[in-house]
């Protein structure tokens, strides 16, 4: 069982930047894949990056301007939003799967957080 508490959203203006957690239990964190999707208003979830030993992976609107990364010893997955655009208003989760291959399908993921709220005003 693994658990996830993501932290670190807020309320930015367009430009700006933020880093979100993802902070999970466990003792074999190293060995599972995490993934960020998110949720926006009226929106369907989507993907938007992926980390794992197959590498890391991003959707299309946030190349260039996100970055994910893993600090296996604190078992914690971070992603750094640069750049953030009115369009990246959403609830952002954390997702953990054990053979993921830094896939961008949800359904890969078997454990997710509870979400943290990201507003990027205009």
């Known amino acids: 069982q693994v658990q996830l508490v993501e932290s670190g959203g807020g309320l930015v203006q367009a430009g700006g930047s933020l880093r979100l957690s993802c902070a999970a239990s466990g003792r074999t964190f190293s060995t599972y894949g995490f993934a960020w999707f998110r949720q926006g208003p009226g929106k369907e979830r989507e993907f938007v990056s992926a980390i794992s030993r197959s590498g890391n992976r991003y959707a299309d609107p946030v190349k260039g301007r996100f970055t994910i990364s893993r600090d296996n010893a604190m078992n914690t997955v971070y992603l750094q939003m640069n750049s953030l655009k009115p369009e990246d208003t959403a609830v952002y989760y954390c997702?953990?799967?054990?053979?993921?291959?830094?896939?961008?399908?949800?359904?890969?993921?078997?454990?997710w957080g509870q979400g943290t709220q990201v507003t990027v005003s205009s």
């Open positions: 997702a953990a799967g054990k053979y993921t291959g830094s896939s961008s399908d949800d359904r890969d993921y078997d454990y």
